[in-house]
């Protein structure tokens, strides 16, 4: 279970402020000015830094630590042959954990289209039922495998997820990726 507390949710300039924390890029000396139009825009470059931080976050890190929501209501969903077509929300990066309402259990390992287990999913005869659905991840699509209903429920669509509003959303132990992420990148000024 994830500690609440321990979340971040910081807007873009909060953001930028705490990466200037975190590389020791903030002044401290705040009784002088110095001023010059010569050099990069620091602010702009950590921008882009953040923002590639964050998208490696949100697709990498254990999901206890970054931002779920229940997206079941928001997914539209096609049927043919026993298979639910499920268009993924832009705002999924990726899947944690989804159910439909006629299956025993959820599903939390989503399955390569290219991989074995997914062909035998596509095979009627093959294929697991209520008891052990399986979903293949095409990314913007789903197929929600063995349903049996012509007009499925989505009861739990559990998704890592990129905050509409542009904010950061992630817990403090990301905090610690931050300088090794910086140092993988190009060097700063």
Known sequence: MENQNQFYNLSEN?????????????????DCSVEWDDGI???????????QWYAHQLSNAPVNILPIENLASQVPINTRDGIAVATVPVQCVRPVEWKLAEWQRSVT??????????MVQLNEWTRGGACNPAIIDYGFQMLLISTASANPQLELARCVVRPADGSYRFHAQLLSTIPEWQQSLSPLP
Request: glycine share 0%.
């Open 14 to 30: 909060e953001m930028l402020d705490l990466w200037k924390q975190v590389m020791h890029l903030d002044t401290p000396r705040r």
């Open 41 to 51: 825009d620091l602010d702009a470059l950590l921008l882009t830094h953040i923002k």
């Open 109 to 118: 390992e989503f399955l390569d289209p290219c991989s074995h287990e997914a």
